[in-house]
């Protein structure tokens, strides 16, 4: 204790010794000090003969911790103030020097009330003297260094604490040195100095507030607990303070004039050495103040609650400061407690922001210290070009300085504290708006940095003010043509800055670009840098091609960076293909938002949300375009923002819009609401009802009113504008006691709208004076005068303000013609004038506007500024790579044109990523028609970046890798021609020189060599690099690396391969490269999942099809060996069941096979089918239903040994690997089938086709053998096929086809062999059928007679008719019969319908085929038929009767439906149409055919009805007996199995066919007709191939002598009178037999009756007919039926026999008459006889009557014939006139009229 106090004592003693020994302290001025300092020495004495002497410590001496010295210590200030106070410098440069002392190691700390002054403290009155010593530039510089001294040590010292007007005054005296000094070094120290002191202060003001904000969350805990900083801790804190704001000085002094160097410029630093000076010494005082607190423990601590006590008086009465409030040291001592007086800046910031709190008073004072170096930022520099050493400017500049490193040294408290967040806005922003604009490059210079401080500290809070820096400030230099280039240069490092920060970037785009209210910042900053980039910028006079250099490189630059932003900021969403495995399995990104960017942002006012921004983004851009519009065509604008529903067409609306769209052209604004119409009347009123003109005179109202739009020209449109602000200022004023009225106000306006364009137009030269302006308005207010006093004060303020628009922005500066330096300099100022006034007033109006700002987090708002900007980009980045060959700027070409594909490539932007690539591409050479002569060493770098996008970037290339392997294709050439080596080309024609012609490209590249000595050494080192290692292995990789690329890109990538390949191989000297790298990919990937090899090998596949049929069988070659190599390799992976990648590997063989006509080709395809089936048999699965669609194609060729070593290969697979792995090969079981089909159907080869037919066999045991394989194996295209019919779909169905096929496309002995086994198996192996079996087979076995519907000219039809059709009839029916009992019920109609339609046929042989095999199925069957079969079979022979009956009109065509079908019957209606006969030959045969049909069925009708037995073929001599009559039980046939219905259904149709041909003997008409077609038709030119055999051998040679013949063989004889005879005895013989076996059976008694009738009719007509018959061959037929008539008859019944004789006796009688056979005339001899009998006729009365009655009896005998014959000419005569089927059937036949008439006689 007693050691510090002595120390202390000694340091006043020797100063006060120092003082008083000097030479001036005898002055006389200096009295009042020499008293002053002597008794403080005796004082000072006296203590010291208290306390024992000791030895001097070297060590710091500390201060006592007591009231006592405290009061000591400041006892003795009294000699120091008068000290400070004299004119004596040494007596000044000693005291200060002790007082700095004194407080520096704390026993001077100032913290009582001030003795002269009680409303202070001493340490204020301390700071007072000390600042007080410095009187202006005059200072001895010692005392200024001294000054300097001790100020900074009480600011900064830990012991004593100075607040608000204190610490402005040390800071003020501290800038005031800097400025007066004329030392450089006091300078520099000064400046270095106020450095330190603003870093302490806010490092004060952070610290107290960090501990505020540790109180309130340890509100709980007990203030005698709060812990206190340690020393150590306090020191340490304090010295890197100091280090940091060194670092930022030098910073702030040397970085920021680096860039100020303009390239070919020196920049010189003569400062350097005072710099280390003074740091030296402000590093030595900052120690020495530390000192002074490094062993105390409670010193540096402040009572927290006393703080927060202290600040809630601060902002309503800000204090100095109490003892116990304000203390630093923490001393418990009590201190009397003074209310603070405020300063000057207290009161202001009391009285400016009254509602602003501070939470402490260091917080006021670090606010008081920014807001007055804001202040003396603003102060303007005088006219003219500053001087560098004039005050104005230094001062400009070192406050600039300062607020810099204020605001790089920014704290929390700082950048979130609401008060200066508010002196940000109103005191620098608009400071920055007029420093910014400065011609000064230092000030420029440094309000740029300030501004990246800001942008990068306090963009949330600076939203509107950052957007006036950028569109009024920075944008609008880089524009202009006047700006110098070195404010551009700048401007251009502060954008490489920004630029360069990925979340300034995003956040301009999303907080301007997508604001409705705001500019397009991101937009136009890039259009602005793209132009720059090209060398388009406007450049001052006088730039130097560095310069401009210089400038193009900084600008691109500034755009890469913003690509490599986008690119950092989205990087989450890249996925590199390095990355991902051999599978080539998509990544998808971790994240979607950006969290590093997140953690640096943790304010965020507003939310992000992309889809929200982008929505915003597409509405401003429709706003925008309607606002361009309106500018225009203001009509059309509304019209277009109504319609977008962005703006409602009401005026209140349109107003609104008026008022509050900055962008909208006043002058276009001015004229629509001056317009006449009705609706631009009815806006401009709401416009003007907007305004609020209340309290306010009418200049000013009209200053307002003009605001918003420019006065139009027109004076009607002025004077509807003046009338209408008129109305409304009277409205909003009615009662100022001015204006008598609104038309005084009206007048008053317009006069002073004149005012003002006489005052300030530069047009009018004599000026409107005060006296004349009151002159011309007098008597307008209602004929009196307005006060003069009123119109004197208008016209002042009118001459000293003129009426203007409202400053919104500056216009765009424009293209102006610069012709020298100084012109330039005059505009630039002028502009930037405009530029600073404008933005003046824009910050001013917003710098109360809180606008939210949103802190871009999400990753996709990169899609939409890619979208919007990748044209200037590419703009850019083309021109540059095109017209410069600096290696710098290629190199910043390329990486932009790298970051903009990755960008595109991550967002799927597939537009612009191939705009990109193929940008790329073209810069390379390899693909333009250029020379390679031309390449250089920006292309070979193109190269590269293409390869390295290639590598990084492949999995989002898709479509523009075709771009990227089109250069790698044509690269290879490139390396040729630099390795001298030969390309490998399928044939050659040109000379490798002409690679080299001026003319020629890489694509008319030869095969001969290159002499590269001949190049230019760069030429040939460019061309040399092409064939580098490095650029060999990249390339390499690529393909190497395509296993890394996942499934969609890698299918991308294999089309664009495909596609070069194709363009490579159509040259005329085509290449293999790109096919041998699809081979080697297809290796490399060949292990991916088959999802993606599936996909892949689709398109490999298909250009293996095109390849494979190139017409050049060296590529077709290639292509089917390097297919065979792969499917090897891919079969040998196996296959599970259920797959098809084999199936699609293979079908590339299918296809070459198929459509490539090489026969080399074929052949080896063959052949690698063959050596995989003999070496990889076990292995192929879906594999097989290719190579049988091979082996298929090879069996219809021609060539032997093709087919031969196919169809080995084929047997062996039938006869050995069917037997060892038919499971696995089942699901090729039909193309198996099909392929042994193919065989057997090739003529050229029949030893072959019969075996394929054995083979078939063979197949046939397997499927009837292993059904339950069939069933369990899945087909795709057995999906929907039930597990019981898949034996029949998959085995039997295929098996049955195929030999159907080849009955129908073989010849004779193949298609037989094919039919009978087709036959072999369906009756082997039919009873495992099912029933939908059978009719899916029999549609099958249908289809053998589609060859009967091919043209009559077909020259094997003959022979199929009478060979194969007939086989395969029979063969049906005799399958029919064999499963009868199943195809019965189930196919019956069915063939009946076939056979229908064979007898339907114009063809001879098919329809007897077809009624055989009708009779031959009913007579084997008939027997199992039912009732319902009966009916159908019935049917059948109805619709073969409607057929086939010759019914002469054969061309007259009627649409019947028979069984399903639809047929075309002749019309028996239409008799007479045959008058309208066509002597066509086809038509004749057509109709003799179907004659010869009708007699068929006749036939067929007889044999199944009686067959074996006929009853008409029995031989009678001259008598019968019994057994000559056929009993019913005795007929074989099916008469027994049919019901009389059935049997009578027949005779009924007989009959009608009957009456149809028997008509035709007395119809002559027809007759004739007839006749003259037979004798006018060319028979010669009949057709014979619808004819059998027989037939046509009869009819041979065919001549006119041939038509006798052929009509007798279709059942019509005579001359002129042509009859049908054969028809009618055909019918009505059968009728007859039919009718007497029934008449005879005793079980069909019940229909006895109606067959006795219609048998007594017949019968009448049968005797007639046989009585007018003359011809001998008519009479020979007829005698037929006339026998059995009477055959029959004789074995009736004597009752019966009696009702038969009494019809057919009288005709009987005449017969007899005739000359006819002896065996005739003995049946009628037996007739008779049996009559004589029945009607007990006796030989006498015989005689008697005859004798009687002669005479008579020759009467009776001639009655007959004359009754019969007049009745007959009367019914033929009837028959005419009424139609056929209206004639009455019943009993009053001819012959009964006779009976009638001969009883009578």
Not at 67 to 74: G, P, Q, T, W
Not at 625 to 637: D, R, T, V, Y
Request: a negative charge.
């Amino acid at each position: 204790m007693q050691n510090t106090e002595k120390t202390r004592e000694m340091f006043i003693v020797r100063a006060l010794e120092k003082i008083l020994s000097d030479k001036d302290i005898k002055r006389s001025h200096h009295s009042q000090l020499k008293r002053a300092c002597e008794v403080a020495l005796e004082d000072i004495r006296k203590e010291l003969k208290d306390v024992d002497t000791d030895s001097s410590s070297s060590a710091l001496p500390l201060p006592k911790n007591d009231a006592a010295n405290i009061v000591s210590a400041e006892k003795y200030f009294l000699p120091f103030e008068l000290a400070c106070q004299s004119k004596g410098t040494r007596i000044v440069v000693t005291a200060l020097d002790c007082l700095q002392k004194l407080i520096a190691y704390g026993h001077l700390t100032g913290n009582i009330v001030d003795s002269t002054s009680p409303d202070k403290f001493l340490i204020n009155r301390i700071v007072e003297t000390v600042c007080g010593c410095f009187t202006g530039p005059n200072t001895d510089e010692g005392v200024q260094l001294q000054i300097i001294k001790a100020l900074l040590t009480v600011v900064t010292s830990q012991h004593v604490q100075i607040h608000e007007a204190s610490i402005l005054l040390a800071v003020r005296t501290c800038y005031n040195i800097y400025l007066a000094s004329k030392n450089l070094i006091n300078q520099t120290t000064a400046r270095a100095t106020l450095t330190q002191m603003l870093n302490v202060i806010f490092a004060r003001m952070e610290a107290c507030a960090e501990r505020i904000d540790t109180a309130d969350s340890e509100s709980g805990v007990d203030s005698s607990q709060t812990p206190s900083i340690p020393n150590g801790e306090i020191q340490t804190e304090a010295e890197v303070h100091a280090e940091m704001s060194l670092s930022e000085e030098n910073v702030a002094d040397d970085s920021i004039p680096d860039e100020r160097i303009v390239p070919g410029e020196e920049s010189l630093s003569e400062e350097d050495e005072v710099k280390k000076v003074a740091t030296l010494f402000v590093d030595q005082l900052m120690e020495q103040a530390l000192q002074g607190v490094a062993l105390k423990s409670d010193d540096c601590s402040e009572i927290v609650e006393n703080g927060r006590a202290g600040s809630d008086s601060i902002s309503s009465q800000p204090s100095t400061g109490s003892a116990v409030n304000t203390s630093v040291s923490g001393r418990t001592t009590p201190a009397p407690t003074l209310p603070r007086v405020p300063s000057q800046e207290s009161m202001d910031v009391t009285e400016t922001d009254a509602p602003a709190r501070f939470t402490h008073v260091t917080q006021k004072d670090a606010f008081l210290v920014f807001r007055a170096l804001c202040k003396l930022s603003m102060k303007p520099l005088p006219d003219g070009i500053p001087d560098p050493k004039s005050h104005e400017l230094r001062s400009k500049v070192l406050s600039l300085q300062l607020l810099l490193a204020v605001l790089q040294n920014a704290g929390p408290t700082f950048k979130s504290s609401p008060m200066f967040i508010t002196a940000i806005k109103q005191y620098l922003c608009v400071a920055l708006s007029k420093n910014g604009v400065s011609s000064v490059p230092e000030v420029f210079e440094l309000s740029l940095a300030i501004f990246l401080a800001l942008l990068s500290k306090f963009k949330q809070h600076l939203k509107m003010q950052i957007e006036v820096f950028f569109r009024e400030i920075f944008l609008n230099i880089l524009e202009t043509s006047s700006s110098s280039f070195e404010h551009k240069w700048m401007v251009m490092q502060a954008l490489t800055r920004i630029c360069a920060d990925a979340q300034s970037v995003v956040d301009i785009y999303v907080n301007y670009d997508c604001d409705l209210a705001a500019a397009n910042i991101f937009e136009r900053l890039v259009n602005d840098l793209s132009k720059i980039a090209q060398g388009r910028q406007a450049l001052e006079l006088g730039a130097t091609p560095n310069q401009e250099k210089s400038m193009r490189i900084r600008g691109l630059e500034c755009l890469v960076s913003i690509l490599k932003c986008m690119v950092e900021w989205s990087r989450d969403l890249y996925v590199n293909p390095i990355s991902q495995t051999n599978l080539g399995q998509d990544e998808k990104p971790s994240s979607t938002a950006k969290e590093n960017h997140v953690a640096a942002n943790h304010l965020t006012p507003s939310s992000d949300n992309p889809q929200q921004f982008e929505e915003k983004k597409a509405q401003k851009e429709v706003w925008e375009q309607g606002i361009e519009m309106f500018n225009a065509k203001p009509l059309s604008g509304l019209r277009f923002l109504e319609q977008n529903k962005l703006l409602n067409r009401e005026a209140n609306s349109v107003a609104e819009f008026l008022h509050n769209e900055e962008r909208l052209d006043r002058n276009t604004v001015g004229d629509f609401l001056g317009e006449n119409s009705d609706y631009c009347k009815e806006v401009m009123c709401a416009y003007v009802d907007l305004m609020d003109f209340h309290g306010r005179d009418i200049v000013s109202a009209l200053r307002s009113f003009l605001d918003g739009f420019r006065l139009p020209g027109e004076a009607q449109k002025i004077d509807r504008l003046m009338e209408k602000f008129a109305a409304r200022y009277w409205e909003c004023n009615p009662s100022d006691g001015i204006f008598a009225s609104a038309d005084t106000a009206y007048v008053l306006a317009y006069s002073i709208i004149m005012l003002t364009t006489d005052l300030h137009s530069p047009q009018v030269k004599h000026k409107m004076s005060k006296e004349q302006y009151i002159k011309m308005n007098r008597g307008i207010n209602d004929s009196k005068d307005i006060p003069a006093e009123y119109l004197s004060q208008i016209y002042d303020e009118i001459a000293g303000h003129e009426i203007k628009m409202k400053v919104t922005s500056s216009n765009k500066p424009g293209k102006q013609v610069i012709q020298n330096e100084k012109k330039r300099r005059f505009l630039f100022n002028m502009e930037m004038e405009a530029i600073s006034s404008a933005a003046k007033n824009l910050m001013q109006s917003v710098s109360h506007v809180q606008a939210p700002f949103t802190s871009a987090q999400h990753l996709e708002h990169v899609r939409p500024m890619f979208k919007m900007a990748w044209t200037p980009f590419l703009a850019a980045f083309s021109v540059g790579l095109q017209d410069c060959d600096d290696p710098e700027v290629a190199t910043l070409c390329l990486d932009g044109i790298r970051c903009a594909i990755r960008i595109a490539c991550i967002f799927h932007m597939n537009l612009e990523r191939d705009a990109y690539v193929q940008a790329l591409a073209r810069f390379t050479l390899l693909t333009a028609n250029s020379p390679i002569t031309e390449m250089k060493s920006k292309n070979i770098d193109t190269i590269k970046i293409l390869i390295t996008v290639a590598h990084t970037d492949g999995n989002y290339l898709g479509s523009s890798w075709l771009d990227i392997i089109k250069c790698i294709s044509q690269l290879e050439l490139a390396q040729l021609v630099g390795t001298s080596v030969r390309p490998q080309v399928f044939s050659s024609s040109k000379s490798f020189s002409s690679f080299l012609s001026p003319s020629s490209s890489f694509h008319n590249y030869g095969d001969s060599s290159l002499n590269l000595n001949s190049l230019d050494p760069s030429v040939k080192e460019s061309i040399g690099e092409t064939s580098s290692q490095s650029v060999v292995v990249a390339v390499d990789r690529i393909f190497t690396g395509s296993t890394r690329l996942d499934g969609d890109a890698i299918v991308d990538f294999v089309k664009a391969l495909c596609q070069v390949s194709l363009e490579e191989l159509s040259k005329p000297n085509p290449r293999m490269f790109s096919l041998q790298k699809i081979v080697e990919i297809s290796y490399y990937n060949m292990g991916r999942i088959r999802l993606q090899w599936s996909r892949i090998w689709q398109v490999i596949g298909e250009h293996f099809d095109r390849v494979g049929c190139s017409p050049n069988e060296d590529i077709a070659f290639f292509a089917v060996d390097s297919l065979r190599q792969l499917a090897t390799k891919f079969i040998e992976k196996g296959e599970f069941a259920n797959f098809r990648f084999q199936k699609d590997f293979l079908r590339p063989f299918e296809t070459i096979a198929k459509k490539n006509r090489s026969a080399t080709i074929k052949d080896m395809v063959v052949r690698c089918i063959t050596q995989m089936v003999q070496s990889q048999a076990h292995n192929i699965r879906s594999g097989w239903k290719n190579i049988f669609s091979v082996f298929h194609l090879a069996a219809a060729d021609s060539d032997e040994p093709l087919v031969e070593l196919a169809f080995v290969t084929t047997g062996k697979i039938i006869n050995n690997l069917y037997e060892q792995q038919f499971p696995v090969m089942i699901d090729s079981f039909q193309d198996a089938v099909k392929c042994l089909s193919e065989f057997a159907c090739n003529a050229a080869f029949p030893d072959t086709s019969m075996e394929a037919i054995r083979l078939l066999r063979i197949c046939a045991k397997y499927v009837v053998e292993k059904p339950q394989l069939f069933m369990e194996h899945n087909m795709e295209q057995d999906m929907q096929v039930c597990e019981e019919d898949r034996p029949w779909v998959r085995g039997w169905f295929p098996l049955l086809f195929e030999l159907s096929c080849i009955v129908n496309r073989c010849k004779l002995d193949v298609r037989t062999r094919a039919l009978t086994v087709l036959f072999e198996i369906i009756k082997t192996y039919g009873d495992t059928f099912k029933p939908n079996w059978w009719r899916d087979l029999f549609q099958v076995l249908f289809r053998i007679f589609d060859n009967m519907k091919l043209p009559e000219q077909q020259t094997e039809k003959a022979e199929w008719m009478t060979t194969t059709c007939n086989h395969a009839l029979y063969a049906i029916v005799d399958v029919f019969s064999q499963y009868f009992d199943v195809l019965g019920p189930l196919l019956l109609e069915d063939l009946y319908t076939q056979l229908i339609w064979c007898v339907h046929q114009d063809n001879e042989q098919l329809a007897k085929s077809g009624t055989n095999c009708f009779e031959n199925l009913v007579i084997s069957n008939g027997s199992r038929f039912t009732e319902e079969i009966w009916n159908k079979t019935c049917a059948c022979l109805a619709s073969l009767f409607t057929l086939s009956c010759p019914l002469l009109g054969h061309h007259i065509n009627k649409k019947v439906e028979i069984f399903g079908g639809i047929y075309t019957v002749r019309s028996q209606e239409s008799f007479d149409e045959i008058l309208k006969y066509d002597p066509d030959p086809k038509k004749f045969s057509a109709f003799l055919i179907q004659s010869m049909v009708f007699q068929e069925v006749m036939v067929t009708v007889e044999n199944f009805i009686f067959f074996p037995f006929h009853p008409d073929e029995s031989e009678k001599a001259t008598s019968m007996s019994d057994s000559d009559s056929v009993k019913t039980t005795e007929i074989p046939g099916m008469y027994s199995k049919m019901s009389s219905k059935h049997l009578l259904n027949i005779v009924s149709h007989l009959y009608n066919c009957n009456q149809i041909v028997s008509n035709l003997d007395s119809n002559t008409a027809v007759q004739g007709a007839l006749w003259r077609a037979v004798q006018d038709v060319d028979i010669a030119q009949m057709p014979l191939a619808s004819w059998t055999v027989q037939t046509k051998e009869k009819l041979l040679p065919l001549n006119e002598n041939s038509k006798p013949r052929i009509m007798r063989m279709a059942g019509f004889e005579g001359g002129p009178n042509i009859s049908a005879f054969t028809h009618e005895y055909r019918t009505m013989s059968i009728c007859m037999k039919i009718m007497f076996a029934i008449l005879r059976d005793p079980l069909r008694q019940d229909v006895h009756k109606e067959v006795k009738e219609i048998l007594l009719e017949q019968s009448v007509l049968v005797l007639q007919k046989f009585l007018h018959l003359t011809d001998a061959y008519q009479l020979e037929r007829w005698a037929r039926l006339f026998k059995l008539i009477m055959v029959n008859i004789c074995e009736l019944p004597d009752a019966e026999f009696k009702d038969y004789a009494a019809v057919h006796y009288p005709m009987l009688c005449y017969i007899q008459c005739k000359d006819i056979s002896p065996e005739l005339r003995l049946l009628l001899s037996e007739y008779f006889l049996r009559l004589g009998t029945v009607f007990q006729v006796t030989d006498k009365a015989l005689a008697d009557y005859l004798d009687n009655t002669t005479n008579s009896l020759q009467k009776l005998l001639a009655a007959p014939t004359l009754l019969y014959s007049e009745h007959l000419r009367r019914v033929e005569e009837v028959a005419k006139e009424v139609p056929s089927q209206h004639r009455p059937i019943d009993k009053m036949t001819v012959t009964a009229y006779v009976l009638k008439n001969y009883s009578e006689l």
